[in-house]
């Protein structure tokens, strides 16, 4: 029986982020001659997503072109899945098509593995009696090994699977508040034991191996107070003490987060002659070393040194300082990216880019978001806010047909995650009520009041209703001609509008303040 692979955007998304030079390479040997099947929605879903470890950081599916084959679905098709498992859904929805597609597939006698790390997929194929299974993209990777003459490409594939599977784990665990992840780790455990394949075991020697990533990792562990093995430990000399200074650092943010502090300027000049003074110490004990080392210090330190640089960006922010704010949000930008996480990139020019919104940049606002809205992401609900923001600025540049396409993008991922998607509205909301747009603020919590009803979350209902009320308050004191305009292009955000349940919880919200 043959064997066909139906892939997920998440996967292409972990490969953008983990692959080296030779990937493309190593994974159309191993497939031996079989294509990567996809459906267009991933392809757009994909499309900017770069290779973020090879030179020149090349496009994803110009790389990868000779290895997909593109099939597209009947929207008939998805609908009368999505009525059969109980959802509602667009007519391109990604996950639906991707699971019709691999279902006819079986149903024709091919054995298909649908390559995905939504565990959603795993219960909707069990529960539905789709003829599929599933594995995330870390198995897959580690299922092509077949401990044949190309031990190079083994050793590489088996890497690259290793720190695919690093990526799934920590995604899975970030998320423990929102569901059961005992559930998708099972999964994920079980699905890597029953590959086809024998596991080769580690050499012993691996062990011994100490590269830079791994140097730097345990570093970063030791600056954030973590405990590592005293043989790892030796190997990082006296780095650990040169960058103990960076400590304090957290510590202070830590403090801001939860003092009641009211003294801006105080707290501004505080937090700067910190880390002056951290950075004067851990100059003179870096200044003695190598390129080498000093590389490894300050890549381990830059995460420190990012929340740094964001926090006096928002302070300088809230004190009216734009051009101060915007050159403390570059220096967190450029923090960003010696930091092996894509997270901080995306927010860091977020920010810049709400910066530059406020400015009345548009131009410059539109770069910055439309770059934080490509950053490559496990989970697509964190580009919500990215893609929201772009789509109003693109509105602004009179750039409608683009707008809207952001929002319609938008609007897709919040009907997948309405509760995520009511949290991402929500912030999305708090920060244009802070740069003076409360109109559209307005409109950001009436659309997230919708997503939290789907979600039939009666807590963060009351919540959001609390907040609407203080931007309707402002709503008085702003004027923007392009106001309407813009709220039409937001409304078009969420579906549904269940204006009796609003009603009654902006009403009740109501009552509590008075």
Same mark, same amino acid.
């Given at each position: 029986?043959?064997?066909?692979?139906?892939?997920?955007?998440?996967?292409?998304?972990?490969?953008?982020?983990?692959? +080296?030079?030779?990937?493309?390479?190593?994974?159309?040997? =191993?497939?031996?001659? =079989?294509?990567?099947?996809?459906?267009?929605?991933?392809?757009?879903?994909?499309?900017?997503?770069?290779?973020?470890?090879?030179?020149?950081?090349?496009?994803?599916?110009?790389?990868?072109?000779?290895?997909?084959?593109?099939?597209?679905?009947?929207?008939?098709?998805?609908?009368?899945?999505?009525?059969?498992?109980?959802?509602?859904?667009?007519?391109? #929805?990604? #996950?639906?098509?991707?699971?019709?597609?691999?279902?006819?597939?079986?149903? $024709?006698?091919?054995?298909?593995?649908? @390559?995905?790390?939504?565990?959603?997929?795993?219960?909707?194929?069990?529960?539905?009696?789709?003829?599929?299974?599933?594995?995330?993209?870390?198995?897959?990777?580690?299922?092509?090994?077949?401990?044949?003459?190309?031990?190079?490409?083994?050793?590489?594939?088996?890497?690259?699977?290793?720190?695919?599977?690093?990526?799934?784990? +920590?995604?899975?665990?970030?998320? /423990?508040?929102?569901?059961?992840?005992?559930?998708?780790?099972?999964?994920?455990? $079980?699905?890597?034991?029953?590959?086809?394949?024998?596991?080769?075991?580690?050499?012993?020697?691996?062990?011994?191996? @100490?590269?830079?990533?791994?140097?730097?990792?345990?570093?970063?562990?030791?600056?954030?107070?973590?405990?590592? +093995?005293?043989?790892?430990?030796? *190997?990082?000399?006296?780095?650990?003490?040169?960058?103990?200074?960076?400590?304090?650092?957290?510590?202070?943010?830590?403090?801001?987060?939860?003092?009641?502090?009211?003294?801006?300027?105080?707290?501004? /000049?505080?937090?700067?002659?910190?880390?002056?003074?951290?950075?004067?110490?851990?100059?003179?004990?870096? *200044?003695?070393?190598?390129?080498?080392?000093?590389?490894?210090?300050?890549?381990?330190?830059?995460?420190?040194?990012?929340?740094?640089?964001?926090?006096?960006?928002?302070?300088?922010? !809230?004190?009216?300082?734009?051009? /101060?704010?915007?050159?403390?949000?570059?220096? *967190?930008?450029?923090?960003?990216?010696?930091?092996?996480?894509?997270?901080?990139?995306?927010?860091?020019?977020?920010?810049?880019? @709400?910066?530059?919104?406020?400015?009345?940049?548009?131009?410059?606002?539109?770069?910055?978001?439309?770059?934080?809205?490509?950053?490559?992401?496990?989970?697509?609900?964190?580009?919500?806010?990215?893609?929201?923001?772009?789509?109003?600025?693109?509105?602004?540049?009179?750039?409608?047909?683009?707008?809207?396409?952001?929002?319609?993008?938008?609007?897709?991922?919040?009907?997948?995650?309405?509760?995520?998607? =009511? $949290?991402?509205?929500?912030?999305?909301?708090?920060?244009?009520?802070?740069?003076?747009?409360?109109?559209?603020?307005?409109?950001?919590?009436?659309?997230? !009041?919708?997503?939290?009803?789907?979600?039939? $979350?009666?807590?963060?209902?009351?919540?959001? =209703?609390?907040?609407?009320?203080?931007?309707?308050?402002?709503?008085?004191?702003?004027?923007?001609?392009?106001?309407?305009?813009?709220?039409?292009?937001?409304?078009?955000?969420?579906?549904?509008?269940?204006?009796?349940?609003?009603?009654?919880?902006?009403?009740?919200?109501?009552?509590?303040?008075?």
């Amino acid at each position: 029986m043959s064997q066909a692979w139906v892939v997920d955007s998440n996967c292409f998304i972990h490969l953008g982020q983990k692959g +080296k030079e030779k990937v493309v390479e190593d994974l159309k040997s =191993a497939l031996n001659g =079989a294509k990567l099947l996809i459906t267009p929605g991933v392809k757009d879903e994909v499309a900017t997503v770069s290779m973020r470890k090879i030179p020149g950081h090349p496009n994803l599916l110009a790389l990868f072109d000779t290895l997909l084959h593109s099939t597209s679905v009947e929207e008939e098709d998805v609908r009368n899945l999505a009525t059969k498992i109980g959802e509602r859904a667009a007519p391109q #929805d990604v #996950d639906l098509s991707l699971m019709v597609l691999a279902d006819q597939l079986g149903s $024709d006698g091919a054995e298909v593995i649908l @390559v995905s790390d939504d565990f959603k997929m795993t219960t909707t194929a069990e529960t539905a009696d789709l003829a599929f299974t599933t594995c995330p993209p870390s198995t897959f990777i580690e299922r092509l090994i077949d401990g044949g003459v190309e031990e190079g490409r083994d050793e590489r594939l088996r890497s690259l699977s290793r720190q695919v599977r690093a990526s799934e784990m +920590k995604y899975a665990i970030s998320r /423990r508040d929102q569901y059961d992840v005992q559930k998708k780790l099972t999964w994920m455990v $079980d699905s890597l034991l029953a590959s086809a394949h024998t596991m080769a075991e580690e050499h012993e020697s691996n062990e011994d191996e @100490v590269d830079e990533g791994r140097l730097i990792a345990d570093l970063t562990r030791t600056i954030r107070g973590y405990g590592i +093995k005293s043989k790892r430990l030796e *190997a990082l000399g006296n780095l650990p003490e040169i960058c103990q200074p960076v400590q304090r650092l957290d510590q202070h943010l830590s403090s801001l987060r939860t003092s009641a502090e009211d003294d801006i300027p105080t707290t501004l /000049r505080a937090t700067k002659n910190l880390l002056t003074d951290v950075m004067e110490q851990v100059g003179l004990g870096l *200044a003695p070393l190598d390129e080498a080392k000093a590389e490894i210090a300050h890549r381990a330190m830059a995460g420190s040194l990012l929340r740094t640089e964001s926090a006096l960006g928002v302070l300088e922010g !809230m004190e009216g300082e734009m051009e /101060r704010a915007r050159t403390h949000l570059v220096r *967190a930008l450029h923090l960003a990216t010696l930091v092996d996480d894509v997270g901080s990139e995306r927010k860091a020019m977020r920010r810049l880019g @709400v910066l530059a919104l406020y400015a009345g940049n548009l131009q410059r606002s539109f770069d910055l978001l439309a770059a934080a809205t490509n950053q490559p992401t496990s989970n697509p609900v964190d580009t919500i806010p990215s893609l929201v923001l772009s789509a109003i600025v693109a509105m602004l540049l009179e750039q409608r047909e683009d707008a809207q396409k952001r929002v319609e993008h938008a609007a897709s991922l919040l009907s997948k995650s309405p509760l995520e998607g =009511a $949290d991402s509205l929500d912030r999305l909301g708090s920060i244009l009520l802070a740069i003076d747009r409360p109109d559209l603020a307005v409109e950001l919590f009436d659309e997230a !009041m919708e997503l939290a009803l789907i979600g039939s $979350d009666d807590t963060k209902l009351e919540a959001i =209703a609390h907040r609407l009320l203080q931007a309707e308050t402002a709503l008085s004191e702003s004027d923007h001609d392009d106001a309407p305009s813009l709220r039409m292009l937001l409304d078009g955000l969420t579906p549904v509008d269940q204006g009796e349940s609003k009603t009654k919880a902006i009403s009740q919200a109501s009552t509590g303040d008075a």
